[in-house]
C-alpha cells in the first residue's frame, strides 16, 4: 500500500487551496499496470462545462531529479495520458509534473520539448521545476497565512 509523501500532500493542498480544486485524490493507481498518479485533483469550471482534472507527479528529490527518474518521465507522462483518457474522456485535461529542483540544461530542454511536442497534440504538460515550483509554494504560504481553518494536509 501506498502512503502519500509530504510533497504530493503539498501539491494536493495547492490544488484544494490555490486552484480551488473541489476533489484532490492521492495515489490512484492504473488498472492492469504497474504505476498510480500521485495527484488528481479536480474542479468544476461551469454550467455544461467539463471539469478541470489535473493530473500531477511529484518527485521530491531534494539534491536535484535522479538519472532514473529523468529516463523515466516519458514514459510515466504516457501513462497518464492513457489514465486520463480513460477515467475521464470527456474532460479538460492538465498534466504536471511538479519538483522542487531540476538541474538546469539538457534535461530541462528535454521537458520544454516534451511540453512543445504534447502542444502540438493539443494537450497541457507543465513542469512546475525550480523558481516555479517556489512560487507556488509560496501562494499556498500566503493562503495559510490567511486561513485558519482546519485542514487535513500536514
Known sequence: MSTTDLGES???AYMRHVEQCTIVLY???????QGEVDVV????????????????EVTTHIEG????TVKR??????????FADLTFPDEDHRFQWWS???????????????????????????????GEYTRRVGQL???ARGNTSTTNEP
Open 41 to 56: 485533483a479536480l474542479k468544476h469550471q461551469g454550467p455544461g462545462q467539463p471539469r478541470l482534472v489535473y493530473l500531477c
Open 73 to 82: 518521465v516519458p514514459a510515466k507522462l504516457g501513462r497518464l495520458r492513457e
Open 100 to 130: 522542487p529542483y531540476v538541474n538546469e540544461g539538457a534535461i530541462t530542454t528535454g521537458f520544454e520539448q516534451l511540453c512543445g511536442d504534447w502542444a502540438a497534440e493539443g494537450r497541457v504538460l507543465e513542469f512546475i521545476i525550480n
Open 141 to 143: 504560504i500566503e493562503h
Open 65 to 68: 531529479m535522479a538519472r532514473n
Open 27 to 33: 495515489n490512484s493507481f492504473f488498472a492492469d499496470q
Open 10 to 12: 503539498l501539491v494536493g
